[in-house]
T-cell receptor
Framework: QKEVEQNSGPLSVPEGAIASLNCTYS??????FFWYRQYSGKSPELIMSIYSNGDKEDGRFTAQLNKASQYVSLLIRDSQPSDSATYLCAVNIVSSGSARQLTFGSGTQLTVLP | DAGVTQSPTHLIKTRGQHVTLRCSPI?????VSWYQQVLGQGPQFIFQ???????GRGNFPDRFSARQFPNYSSELNVNALLLGDSALYLC?????????????FGPGTRLTVL
């Protein structure tokens, strides 16, 4: 099992629709969860961070965390063509020995159709 | 405020050569992490440094090494380059190590090994 798994995609939604991106993780004691957006050829940029169970809203973006189910999601409301990008889920997970490090999923490619 | 900076932007090397990549963190950030991202995958953790000490190492061969300087900038060195080392190398900075804090990424260095 991969440490952080995302819907492989690609995901296509029409402009104005809600895009739903999902992520599961393996480490039950992870405490920090992040969503990054990455445009083609560019570096990842932070969209949301979430640390507690429940929903966190920022503009058109809502992150949802359920630690019991080891699940984190990102909802994008009123999707725009400019939202077309790869979305990366990242979780702080025990990596080398006892050190915790940020571990990324492989990303979900989102296309918003005009 | 300046974000994370990396140099060079692009680099072309041949197999067997050595390469040094450089990173300057956001002012006030003391932790620097290095990631390798190959096409179609999420960033893979290579190293993390905090206060000039290595705090974590990913599953990369000993050909990869790094260090952090007193001003918190960092270098990533790769010896005996292989074709498979071709990737986008990302540097990220944060206040603290361990993946708990938000990590902010630089623009990356695109390395091509011929």
């Amino acid at each position: 099992q991969k440490e952080v798994e995302q819907n492989s995609g690609p995901l296509s939604v029409p402009e104005g629709a809600i895009a739903s991106l999902n992520c599961t993780y393996s480490d039950r004691v992870s405490q920090s969860f992040f969503w990054y957006r990455q445009y083609s050829g560019k570096s990842p940029e932070l969209i949301m961070s979430i640390y507690s169970n429940g929903d966190k809203e920022d503009g058109r973006f809502t992150a949802q965390l359920n630690k019991a189910s080891q699940y984190v999601s990102l909802l994008i409301r009123d999707s725009q063509p400019s939202d077309s990008a790869t979305y990366l889920c990242a979780v702080n997970i025990v990596s080398s020995g006892s050190a915790r490090q940020l571990t990324f999923g492989s990303g979900t490619q989102l296309t918003v159709l005009p | 405020d300046a974000g994370v900076t990396q140099s060079p932007t692009h680099l072309i090397k041949t197999r067997g050569q050595h390469v040094t990549l450089r990173c300057s963190p956001i002012s006030g950030h003391k932790s620097v992490s290095w990631y390798q991202q190959v096409l179609g995958q999420g960033p893979q953790f290579i190293f993390q440094y905090y206060e000039k000490e290595e705090r974590g190492r990913g599953n990369f061969p000993d050909r990869f090494s790094a260090r952090q300087f007193p001003n918190y900038s960092s270098e990533l060195n790769v010896n005996a380059l292989l074709l498979g080392d071709s990737a986008l190398y990302l540097c990220a900075s944060s206040f603290r190590p361990g993946g708990e804090d938000t990590q902010y990424f630089g623009p990356g260095t695109r390395l091509t090994v011929l």
